[in-house]
Every structure is written in C-alpha cells, then in structure tokens.
C-alpha cells in the first residue's frame, strides 16, 4: 500500500511538471522625459567631484519659463567618511533641447 502512494506521488510531480508551462510575460517599461538629463546630471557630477560616489539619485521635476525648461536632480554623495547632496539644475530649450546651463548647489542634507 505504501508503494502504491509512493509511485502515485512519483507519478504526480513527474505529470506537473511535464505539464508545467508558465506563461512569461515582459513588461515594457517606458524611459522617462528626462532621463537624457538625468544622466548628464550624473556624468557631469562626477567630472565636478572625481573623488566621490554618487550613492543615490532623485528626479525632482521639470519647470518651463518661457522657451527653456529646468529639470531638476539632488544627488546624493559619499567621499570618505563625507555624505552630501548635490542639487543639480539643468537648462535647456524646450524646442531644440540644446544645453543653456547646468547649476551645481551643495548641500548637507
């Protein structure tokens, strides 16, 4: 009797599995508007401070004034035993997306 359940068992799992066809499914994730600026806040970060980590990144928005926009980045970073952020303005045209300016701001929280 107890063979029997065995090999009913055996015979179970075998069949699951042999029947098992998960359906997979790939989300497309969208690239946001402003991750063009987000990384050249970050490549430009790091050519302004060589000596330190970018630890954390935060987009905090986008403002229009007349014909350019400013996105908006704090970046979080560590050298040595020193942890700061980095407020990170970059300006462009909104038509044309050409460069305008790029601010730095330092900050200890």
Do not use: C
């Not at 980590?53 to 986008?62: N, P, Q, T, V």
């Amino acid at each position: 009797m107890r063979k029997t359940f065995i090999a009913l068992g055996i015979f179970t799992i075998v069949n699951t599995i042999a029947t098992y066809n998960p359906t997979i499914v790939h989300s497309q994730q969208q690239i946001p508007a402003y991750a063009k600026w987000g990384q050249l806040a970050v490549k430009e970060t790091q050519l302004k401070y060589p000596n330190a980590k970018i630890i954390d990144y935060l987009h905090e928005g986008s403002e229009s004034k007349e014909d350019s926009t400013i996105e908006k980045f704090k970046l979080w970073l560590k050298e040595g035993d020193n942890e700061f952020g980095v407020f990170v303005r970059i300006e462009y045209t909104t038509e044309t997306e050409e460069l305008v300016n790029i601010e730095f701001l330092e900050t200890s929280r």
